[in-house]
């Protein structure tokens, strides 16, 4: 065949191709849909159970899923659903972080034909909302505070008994970017407000209302310190009856602030404390007499439910609704499915929650049968978050070399929240393992669960993070940290034309510079900032690296949690305050999450367009989308620590310790974590740019190819 011939079929053949797809032809019958369902959050065991059990109903109708925990980042979640839309799913199931902030994305759903379903919460401020799928919220409510009246021997729409009260109670609320919050704090004071009214109920703190008494993000640690603040501030010497809780991770965290001055002893008894999801660790709670109540949602008939409305929809049915009027966006009212609630206490969780098959007897403390003599030795593996790819790999690797050694593994992502994994680590010590893995959100924080963990004889590795104030760590397993800080500042200076220990050519610079630091209760954020400042510092002395904001030093430059919206919102702020008439050179940025948070920023003021191309900005991670973001000449370098070596390493430390063989390490002089040094097993960094990526983490295998389209 003639090359002439050959080429005129081929263009036959894609033109016949073009034709048939202008033709809308189907995909094929055994393609299945793709659903893309939009988690909050896995420091709720609410939302994960959420999860799996909408994973469980629409794989059981012939959809794939593609579930995502956005670890409270709204910029994560974003990021996720528009890389379902991407993906091609044909319905988004979205419990947001903040409903206000979906509009964008959402409309490039509504362009592609997605069906929408807001889950749980109610998504706000745009027209591309086509269901809701819920509890009745306001009903949440009224349990409640009905909970708390009659814990105080209340009725609603009652005077209280002669000689009854007053009672002092605390109203925690909800996060305020959640409209569910609203009809829960209303809900509950639609039946308390009556007995502050007359007397019977007294608010000490004076603080009411949603923009007094909400908390952000539904955070533990949050409503922990706050009522750290009103018992030191309004109760030395009087008793707190009762607190109005909306969810149990708060009412965990209020607990914990309660028994730290005396509370839930004999001498002191816990005050009434609602709650709400029916998670584990607030039943147990209720069951040890601390919690008195919680609502359960039973989230296994929501995401049936949620299931079936997508489904009708995508068949052309009508949908299953039984609310047309009540919950308004701002910009339509939502037609809505609601479920009942249940009130939960001592009395009831055995029915409802164990037997009913929604917690397992065992999570709840019941006794474990002895193992057998064959029985294989579990494995904890705690990691921080799930919002970094970087963590999910670790983990993933993890499980993947001890399953293979013959060790069970849990797994568990802690969402950046302390209180969750303390509890996490505390469970995975009652269930009896034998190593646990650590890497620690603040690692000053687990000296009181590490004792019952070296009580009960199980070997502790710090992993990645460096676990201090305690003796109670037997290894580290790491990167040579400081190495990752001397890379990233040695990569700032390439990035500018400078070399590390020489002076600037002639004529080179000065250069406005500005420096982020990671997490301070992070030691590792000390060894980077530390690392980088080594070699960047004589360039700043000279003059030929110029701070414009002044800040420097981890006190200064530091990043809470590693949050990329936080690293977001300060570099708006120094591009304001420093930067309208004048150029970024560069950014040192300590990880990839607060890069793409940084670029958002800069772009957000006409960085990254030809006019005004991007600064040099440095990471830490190799997560896919700084990868990508490299890729497209945004972000300029990453720092890549292979988390497959790293997690192959800390299990063959923790086989060699578990058969009492001599444990591989090299280092014990660096890592002093305040009682003890730590000996550790550092692994090499690589630093990554455009011209390496394909070679170190395609095809290496870290990343697959495709993932970076």
Known sequence: MSKKLFYNLLAVLMLASLVLSACGVAAPASEAKLVGISMPTKSSTRWISDGESMVKEFEAMGYDTDLQFADNDIPNQ???????????????VIAAIDGTTLSDVLQKAHDSGAIVISYDRLITKTANVDYYATFDNFGVGVIQGTQLLEGLGLKPGEKAPAGVGPFNVELFGGSPDDTNAFYFYDGAMSVIQPFIDDGTIVIQSGQMGMDKVGTLRWLAATAQARMDNLLSAFYTDKRVDAVLSPYDGLSIGILSSLKGVGYCTPEQPCPIVTGQDAEVASVKSIIAGEQSYTVFKDTRVLAKQAAKMADQALKGETVEINDTTTYDNLVKVVPSYLLVPISIDINNYQKE?????????????????APSSDEKLLVGISMPTKSSTRWISDGESMVKEFEAMGYDTDLQFADNDIPNQLAQIENMVTKGAKVLVIAAIDGTTLSDVLQKAHDSGAIIISYDRLITKTANVDYYATFDNFGVGVIQGTQLLEGLGLKPGEKAPAGVGPFNVELFGGSPDDTNAFYFYDGAMSVIQPFIDDGTIVIQSGQMGMDKVGTLRWLAATAQARMDNLLSAFYTDKRVDAVLSPYDGLSIGILSSLKGVGYCTPEQPCPIVTGQDAEVASVKSIIAGEQTYTVFKDTRVLAKQAAKMADQALKGETVEINDTTTYDNLVKVVPSY????????????????????????????
């Not at 974003?78 to 988004?92: C, D, F, H, P």
């Not at 164990?354 to 474990?368: C, F, N, Q, R, T």
């Open 78 to 92: 974003l990021a996720q659903i528009e890389n379902m839309v991407t993906k091609g799913a044909k319905v988004l």
């Open 353 to 369: 929650l164990v037997d009913s098959g929604y917690i397992k007897a065992e999570d709840l403390g019941v006794a474990p049968v």
């Open 682 to 709: 550092l692994l090499v960094p690589i630093s990554i740019d455009i011209n390496n990526y394909l070679k170190e983490l395609v095809d290496s295998g870290y990343i697959k190819a495709e993932d970076l389209k």
